[in-house]
């Protein structure tokens, strides 16, 4: 009895001990959820809605709508006056580059395209950013936007809607090309002495019409789904969505960069080095080898137009340049001695010029969407750009001008010129060489030249090299990299306010703590171990 007696009590003591700790436990771990939740409060003073970003984008779709509607006038004034097929002249001087004159007008025109397609773009995101949002679906606050949907196929953001848009961004951008032609007195040959520069009407017409079917798009997305902010920083975007309860918060994940997002969430060491963009962000990997797809299919093209030349001169289908391809006649504009091939086809019938406008919408289309596809790249280096400003000096400011995102940016300003750059380097290459005579088309020739070819090549060369050196780079130093992964940023940020600062808070054992502050904070240790606020008195991992 007395054995019995004492397993009772050593048992009773033993259980007790256990309860004890259990609850202690339980406290500790209540208080670092309660902690973590509590972040939600004090989100709601600062952050961003973006009300500053949301007038400027409706000023651009308001530019965009009105640009629109000028082309649809003018494109049915030409079709009024100068039927199906008709052109208005609109500059006549003769001692005057024509072609230069062309190029130039060209250039413009694509320069108002990508404004105005921007502009449509940026507000089409923030709405698709916002249903994803609602449907637990946003991972990072860069997406592919006309490659991600939402839910649903008569979703103003869904895949069906999205797939229209990119149909009509090709059209913008192919339209621009082949608006400006030339009037020409004599139809039968390219040379232009009394000719002049015209508009031809179709192209204009569903130039106009493309730009209002995306503005329609992007409008009655925005009006399907409720913006929490319509600021392009990842830190707004994520204060947001945590202070609405869309986003919560993980303990112990103060270390933990977004390549660890599929890991074990535990404490870490400070890392030296952190993951590029290319192993951080697998729709980066996708975009980069679309981009060397491009400058293959460039290539390609430039060598088959080079022995289409040389294997068929006599071709009575084909009108070949005289000027065989070498360093004399080698330019980056066109001209009489280039090299190239040209496929005439009479413009009178209307399903001829359709079926070339088809072609080039083919052929613009992939140059168009690597375009657009590159914005992934720039814009979720820029965010972790922004994110990486709290180790510094004057610290992270979390609101984000979306003019000096672009302006004082390097990538986005270098995509901002090349994308109206490179798409009239395109239309310098190849085009549906329209030809007027008198005020009505006469033949639609299409024109390869081989030169122009090549500096498209080069050029989509040289950019491919550069975006991916950008998602190759590595960024050094301890801060986990979060390229705008909203989860992982809500893990980093412990302590919200419009300038914040990233390093060391808390000394613990066996675990000390990382976070941001609204003060400057010491370097993070590189010896030590780091889970998070109030896990230093948690059991050690083995």
Known sequence: MADSSELTEENSHASSLLTSNTLSGHQDFDSIISDAKSIADTTADFYYH????????????????????????????????????????????????????????????????????????????????????????????????????????????????????????????????????????????????????????????????????????????????????????????????????????????????????????????????????????????????????????????????????????????????????????????????????????PGSDLEVGILLYINILFLQGPLTLGLHCSELIANVIRDERQWRCATRSKGLRVAMNPLESIFNHPISLILFIAKPFLHWMFGLSFGIYISAAHETLDFIPIAMYTAQIWNLCIALFIFACFFTFVALRRPSGPQPAAYGHLQTLADLVDEWSPVMWWGHKEDGIPYCHAGTSDHPLPDVKMNCIYAGSGAGSLVPLP
């Open 50 to 345: 973006g009300l500053t970003t949301r007038r400027y984008a409706l000023v651009g779709v308001a530019c965009s709508i009105i640009f629109g509607c000028l082309f649809i006038i003018a494109g049915v004034i030409t079709f009024a006056n100068h039927g199906v097929l008709g052109v208005t002249r609109v500059f006549n001087q003769v001692n005057v580059d024509k072609g230069a004159l062309q190029g130039i007008l060209t250039l413009i025109l694509d320069l108002i395209v990508m404004l105005c397609t921007e502009s449509i773009g940026f507000v089409h995101g923030v709405s698709l950013r916002a249903a994803l949002a609602l449907e637990s679906r946003l991972r990072f606050n860069t997406n592919l936007r006309l490659l991600t949907a939402a839910r649903g196929w008569y979703n103003p953001n869904g895949a069906l809607l999205n797939g229209i848009t990119a149909i009509l961004l090709i059209t913008s951008y192919s339209s621009a090309s082949v608006v400006v032609c030339l009037d020409q007195n004599n139809s039968e040959t390219f040379q232009t002495v009394d000719g002049g520069v015209a508009i031809a009407g179709i192209p204009l017409l569903i130039l106009g019409v493309a730009l209002l079917l995306q503005v329609i798009i992007a409008l009655s997305g925005l009006r399907a789904v409720k913006v929490l902010t319509w600021s392009s920083s990842p830190f707004d975007l994520t204060a947001a969505l945590v202070h609405h309860a869309q986003l919560t918060p993980t303990t112990f994940r103060c270390m933990r960069r977004v390549s660890d997002i599929d890991t074990y969430g535990g404490p870490a060491k400070p890392p030296e080095t952190q993951p590029s963009a290319w192993h951080a962000h697998s729709s980066i990997r996708k975009v980069v080898i679309f981009l060397w797809v491009i400058v293959a299919a460039c290539a390609g093209w430039a060598v088959l137009v080079m022995c289409v030349w040389d294997r068929f001169p006599t071709s009575s289908r084909f009108a070949f340049s005289t000027y065989p391809l070498n360093l004399q006649t080698w330019s980056f504009f066109r001209s009489a001695q280039s090299n190239a091939i040209v496929y005439s086809m």
